[in-house]
């Protein structure tokens, strides 16, 4: 009995923590910039936090106080990442849950995997998926609030094959903190609240509506307790019976029967979709980066190169391959000799440097575009990948950036074209992207993970889940579909690599990674964020922060976001000085302010113990011994 009412006085503190974080309104994306997933909820300061045994970090407190409950009994790193993967579905039900997929890597002290639990495509769809009855594209809100969306989910079978193979503690106890929460309550923060006022369009869905807003239609106001009995019900069956409790039976019924009964758009998921998925485990993309740090003040000599191996998630993960080519791009320029400037407000990068990050983004992105898919439909541009990493291809691509003083923005960022590649593909057009929550974990025994989830846009399909038993609440489902191309082929009749498929895997921007020294090996960092398409930019951010100008991590996370997908360059809200945006325009660029709303979450070895870092843009915390 003690613990229910422990967690009972544990969410009301959480709920006093983060009141007062103002709520913010959605902006709307400009020209050639793609939508946010979630919107702004206020900014508060995060101190960055030591640890010398363990740490987790994750989006919500009540989530890593889970993970650092089975860290502390001496759980590993994957058992603490159940766990609070499971409370996030709870208390973050806008981001990630066990309706959706993700992205892990787990270093174990001597071997790197990533598992893939990547949503797939259901058997019985064709590339026309997201065609009208006249051939024209769907409008993209028509696509995401449909049974159309939605793919069938992967984290808990991903978690499942993680923790056969690196679990210490038993399946069924990394359940019990979110089912005493969802049987209990937990407070709705301020972040939550601020979500479910935005969104009126879950409130179409029955069983969403009268769980998460009053008889009114007025969400919940914050420090509500809010309960999930339909939901506890679900994680006390997996808990017992394995994820084949999500996957089949009345659970996997209940799932296929929101899908093929949505009143407008229904999808084609079936129970042999969900019976026969697979989680699987890839090689880990991994490249060596060669990173300068700053000259310290009153420095004689200046400072060696410092060789670092960054691994993360392979294709269908764009992250790593675009965080690489970035990376690479800029080593060709004089980027690092571009210390950050510093102001009343902190250090922020000068407009020479984002001048050329961002020449160095329209190229990566103009790559991502045209070759990244599924691995298991699409071959990768030359013999494997890493061709799209390779020096001299990363050297020929870096010759069309100005990267002068006086450097201009080129009218034109092609995609390039690997030596002995023959292109027969047409590049995807920009459509939104969303999603997603990050978890960063170190156990006492060194195992470290980097986990990126996502149900895709906020919400998700706006489609929640309830087998009908009497019990409200439930969980939603994912809309990660809407991350293939929804035009499969050009004009001309090229196939654009990430059209639709049958159990075919979308491409996505999630970018776990994890970071090593060399030439020993010992791990440094775990970090990633959510954010869509600007996942990789603010994963970037935090690589190329902490490694050229020796910031700690909650110091890198704290900068000002930036970020380019071939358009405008964007700036965060605030962020930069008006001189910095006049630099840039002179040299070509449209650039647009907005708020950028990371969830970066990183720990990172400093000295003999841990150090972790969570974005000050949300409720995220790190907790540790």
């Known amino acids: 009995m003690r613990r229910p009412r422990l967690t009972h006085l544990l969410a009301l503190l959480t709920a006093a923590m983060l009141v007062g974080a103002p709520a913010g309104a959605k902006s709307p994306a400009p020209a050639g910039a793609p939508l946010q997933p979630e919107a702004a909820s206020g900014r508060q300061a995060k101190p960055g936090w030591s640890s010398r045994k363990f740490a987790v970090a994750a989006a919500h407190p009540l989530a890593v106080d889970a993970g650092y409950r089975v860290l502390k009994e001496g759980g590993s790193a994957i058992d603490a990442a159940v766990a609070v993967q499971m409370v996030l579905t709870l208390v973050e039900p806008q981001s990630s849950g066990i309706g959706g997929g993700a992205f892990l890597l787990h270093h174990d002290g001597k071997i790197t995997e990533a598992y893939d639990g990547r949503e797939t495509a259901p058997s019985a769809v064709d ?141 084609r998921l079936s129970l042999e979709d969900l019976t026969e998925y697979e989680a699987t485990v890839r090689p880990p993309l991994c490249f060596v980066y060669s990173a300068r740090p700053l000259n310290p003040p009153q420095a004689k000599t200046r400072a060696r190169m410092r060789d670092v191996r960054i691994c993360g998630m392979p294709p269908p993960s764009s992250g790593t391959l675009a965080v690489g080519q970035i990376l690479g791009l800029l080593a060709h320029t004089p980027a690092a000799k571009l210390p950050p400037q510093r102001s009343p407000q902190g250090l922020r990068p000068g407009p020479h440097w984002l001048h050329l990050y961002a020449e160095a983004a329209r190229l990566a992105f103009a790559d991502r575009a045209l070759y990244v898919a599924d691995p298991d439909y699409v071959p990768p541009p030359g013999p494997s990948w890493m061709s799209l990493l390779d020096d001299d291809y990363i050297a020929q691509r870096a010759k069309l950036i100005q990267s002068g003083p006086h450097g201009k923005r080129v009218p034109e960022a092609p995609a390039g074209v690997p030596a002995g590649v023959q292109q027969s593909r047409a590049p995807m057009p920009e459509q939104p992207e969303y999603g997603t929550s990050h978890i960063s974990i170190v156990d006492s025994q060194g195992r470290a993970l980097a986990m990126t989830s996502s149900i895709e846009a906020a919400w998700g399909a706006r489609l929640m889940v309830n087998r009908g038993v009497g019990l409200s609440g439930g969980f939603l489902l994912n809309n990660q579909l809407t991350d293939f191309s929804f035009v499969p082929r050009s004009e001309s009749g090229a196939p654009i690599a990430n059209r639709v498929e049958p159990r075919k895997r979308p491409r996505s921007s999630m970018t776990p990674l994890l970071v090593f020294e060399r030439p020993r090996g010992e791990f440094l960092l775990s970090g990633g964020s959510p954010g869509g398409a600007y996942i990789i930019h603010y994963t970037g951010k935090l690589l190329y922060s902490t490694l050229h100008w020796g910031l700690d991590v909650q110091q890198a996370i704290n900068l000002p976001n930036i970020a380019s997908f071939g358009g405008p360059v964007l700036l965060e809200e605030g962020g930069f000085p008006p001189a910095t945006l006049r630099a840039l325009r002179q040299r070509g660029h449209v650039v647009r302010e907005q708020p950028l709303t990371s969830g970066l979450q990183a720990i990172q070895v400093r000295g003999k113990g841990l150090y972790g870092g969570a974005d000050p843009r949300r409720e995220g915390v790190v907790r540790g011994d």
């Open 127 to 267: 590339e026309q998926l997201f065609l009208d009855d006249q051939g024209k594209p769907l409008s993209f809100q028509a696509a995401v609030h449909s049974g159309r969306s939605v793919g069938t989910p992967g984290v808990l079978r991903l978690l499942e094959l993680a923790h056969r193979q690196h679990g210490q503690l038993p399946w069924a106890r990394l359940f019990e903190p979110a089912i005493a929460l969802a049987e209990q309550g937990f407070a709705v923060s301020p972040r939550l609240h601020a979500l479910l006022a935005e969104t009126p369009e879950l409130r179409r869905d029955p069983v969403a509506a009268a769980h998460y807003y009053d008889a009114q239609g007025r969400p919940w106001p914050v420090g509500h307790m809010l309960s999930n009995p339909e939901l506890a019900a679900v994680l006390r069956r997996i808990a017992a019976e394995g994820s084949a409790a999500f996957y089949g039976g009345e659970v996997a019924e209940a799932i296929v029967r929101k899908v093929r009964e949505h009143p407008i758009h229904p999808g």
